[in-house]
């Protein structure tokens, strides 16, 4: 399976941290993409990193893509209670289809 | 631009009723996926669509279940005879044209599926 596995399941930390999230995954991939739940809501697109890339940005977000170990992470730099949601990685394979992991609950006290 | 626009939000059905889920992709999407979401886990993907073709559905359960993207209109996915274990949250996503490294998708807001 490709399913993508996050790492932790959960995370705590206080406004103003840092958070890491990470994403290993079995086989091999076209893409990696990141996406935001909040509770009871649609998922929001965050970051799609291709195979052929090691990082990317966007804003507070950095992700990181290693293929030789097949994982990936997140980080959210600067956190904010705005931030608290559930994360998810999701790996594309050559068909265009997108396998989801099960996700890391990010809580963000103020 | 819309997004992608799901129907309806929420559907209640009893058990041994029909549920059709609707899903218009974002405009220029030819690529529309099903998910679906139980309280508490992540997402389980049930089919992959093009217009009229089915190109993966190995998520989705053989009976009851079906799915498709007409030429014309929305995707829908139907589940026959609904069962309790039927509830749960089924998100469309849809994508454009997939290149070499595939594509952003982009979701709708889900229809919520409760089996009374």
């Known amino acids: 399976s490709q399913q993508g596995e996050e790492d932790p399941q959960a995370l705590s930390i206080q406004e103003g941290e840092n958070a890491t999230m990470n994403c290993s995954y079995k086989t091999s991939i076209n893409n990696l993409q990141w996406y935001r739940q909040n509770s009871g809501r649609g998922l929001v697109h965050l970051i799609l990193?291709?195979?052929?890339?090691r990082e990317k940005h966007s804003g507070r977000l950095r992700v990181t893509l290693d293929t030789s170990k097949k994982s990936s992470s997140l980080l959210i730099t600067a956190s904010r209670a705005a931030d608290t949601a559930s994360y998810f990685c999701?790996?594309?394979?050559?068909?265009?289809?997108?396998?989801f992991g099960k996700g890391t609950k990010l809580s963000v006290k103020p | 631009n819309a997004g992608v626009m799901q129907n309806p939000r929420h559907l209640v059905r009893r058990r041994g009723q029909e549920a059709r889920l609707r899903c218009s992709p974002m405009?220029?999407?030819?690529?529309v996926y099903w998910y679906r979401q139980l309280p508490e886990e992540g997402l389980k993907f049930m089919v992959y669509l093009q217009k009229e073709n089915i190109i993966d559905e190995s998520g989705m359960p053989k009976e009851r279940f079906s799915a498709e993207f007409p030429k014309e209109g929305p995707s829908i996915l139907r589940i026959q005879q609904v069962v309790r274990g039927d509830s749960a949250a089924y998100f469309c996503?849809?994508?454009?044209?997939?290149?070499?490294?595939?594509?952003?998708?982009?979701f709708g807001q889900g229809t919520r599926l409760t089996v009374v």
């Open positions: 996503a849809s994508s454009p044209q997939v290149g070499a490294y595939g594509a952003e998708a982009f």
């Open positions: 990193i291709r195979s052929n890339e």
């Open positions: 999701a790996v594309g394979g050559s068909q265009g289809n997108l396998i």
């Open positions: 405009k220029g999407h030819s690529h």
